[in-house]
């Protein structure tokens, strides 16, 4: 069975702070890892995605997430907070489910606030 | 422009009604995913398929019923028997499974009054 777990539902920082988006997955076999964003009333968006060909991935808006095995994390960060950066965010894991089945399974999400 | 899209944006249903949520995508993806969105919870999975004619139950499945009978589109339906169905209902596709990104609808925000 696979499973993300996003540490910290709601996590607030000053404008140029750094981001850190915590999360961590379980699972059987490797994982692929996906950090999407989301605006209010809005579908999600991906940041970036990781599927083995590099631990470390840089995405879209300054954002990136390494990848440690080690630690079954995948956390998200940028070095310095814009207010447009205050969004929903969620780490998302795929795996085989039997056969040709994959299933996209998604953490509970972290709601980031940048204060001016 | 390839995409995903949702409809109606909001919908408005009586208790004990059925309603269904339209998906369509023109990407050619192979899988389709719906998803229920409550605050705090994330995104569960309702259902999701892999193929034409196939699909397969996600994690909260009961009260809801759905079809693949083309590639294209995925309609989702909330029955009367799903207890709590007011929520925010998102829609996703996947070209080629596991390692390929998924694309989101815009999303439904159905009330049942």
């Known amino acids: 069975a696979q499973s993300v777990t996003q540490l910290g539902s709601h996590v607030s920082v000053s404008e140029g702070a750094l981001v850190l988006l915590r999360c961590n997955y379980s699972?059987?076999?490797?994982?692929?890892l996906f950090w999407y964003v989301q605006y209010p009333n809005q579908g999600l968006q991906l940041l970036l995605k990781?599927?083995?060909?590099?631990?470390l991935v840089k995405g879209i808006n300054g954002f990136e997430a390494e990848f440690k095995k080690s630690e079954t994390s995948f956390h998200l960060t940028k070095p310095s907070a814009h207010m447009s950066d205050a969004a929903e965010y969620f780490c998302a894991v795929t795996q085989n489910s039997g056969g040709s089945n994959y299933k996209l399974t998604f953490g509970k999400g972290t709601l980031l606030t940048v204060n001016p | 422009d390839g995409g995903i899209t949702q409809s109606p944006k909001y919908l408005f249903r009586k208790e004990g009604q059925n309603v269904t949520l339209s998906c369509e995508q023109n990407?050619?993806?192979?899988?389709m995913y719906w998803y229920r969105q409550d605050p705090g919870q994330g995104l569960r999975l309702i259902y999701y398929?892999?193929?034409?004619?196939?699909?397969q139950k996600g994690d909260i499945a009961e009260g809801y019923s759905v079809s693949r009978e083309k590639k294209e589109s995925f309609p989702l339906t909330v029955t009367s028997a799903q207890k709590n169905p007011t929520a925010f209902y998102l829609c996703?596709?996947?070209?080629?499974?596991?390692?390929?990104?998924?694309?989101f609808g815009q999303g439904t925000r159905l009330t049942v009054v």
């Open positions: 990407l050619n993806h192979d899988a």
């Open positions: 398929s892999q193929i034409v004619n196939d699909f």
């Open positions: 990781y599927t083995s060909a590099a631990t």
């Open positions: 996703a596709s996947i070209g080629k499974v596991s390692n390929t990104e998924a694309f």
């Open positions: 699972s059987s076999v490797p994982p692929y």
